[in-house]
């Protein structure tokens, strides 16, 4: 943080959104345009929720769309490099090099996708509270979802 090491005292997004909103409400100058840039690790592999969503979909039955199918017939339109990514890091049959089901690890992926929906919305209820969501432009990107969507 600022140059220095600074120890992860607790869930990694919640941290780092305690920052941003630190920032946001006790150091930035009120009076100045800003820019905030909050960048979170989530789903990056091996995604881990935090104890709160750690069994929100125990439940859920994912089921892959049809296209998922490892068949000739769905197979013959597409080129060999997309079929080659099924079984890579990026792929449905052994994402991430998880050793467990795409619709088993949908249950990890998506409940730490959840800490990070409530960080944009705790940045987002602070902008409304304050009146700046009219002249604050949110960017939300992600470099995530590869085969899954």
Do not use: C
Not at 39 to 64: C, N, W
Not at 90 to 109: C, L, Q, R
């Amino acid at each position: 943080m600022d140059g220095k090491t600074v120890p992860q005292k607790g869930y990694i997004t919640d941290e780092l959104t305690d920052y941003a909103m630190n920032w946001l409400t006790k150091e930035r100058e009120p009076r100045k345009p800003f820019f905030l840039h909050l960048s979170h690790k989530g789903v990056h592999s091996d995604p881990l929720p935090p104890p709160r969503y750690a069994h929100q979909y125990d439940s859920t039955r994912f089921t892959l769309p049809a296209s998922a199918a490892d068949t000739p017939e769905n197979n013959k339109s597409k080129p060999l490099w997309v079929r080659n990514q099924r079984n890579s890091w990026h792929g449905i049959d052994f994402s991430y090099n998880a050793d467990v089901p795409m619709t088993e690890y949908f249950k990890y992926y998506y409940a730490t996708l959840l800490p990070i929906d409530d960080s944009l919305g705790r940045v987002m209820a602070y902008l409304r509270k304050n009146h700046l969501e009219k002249d604050t432009l949110a960017v939300f990107t992600s470099d995530n979802g590869y085969m899954i969507t």
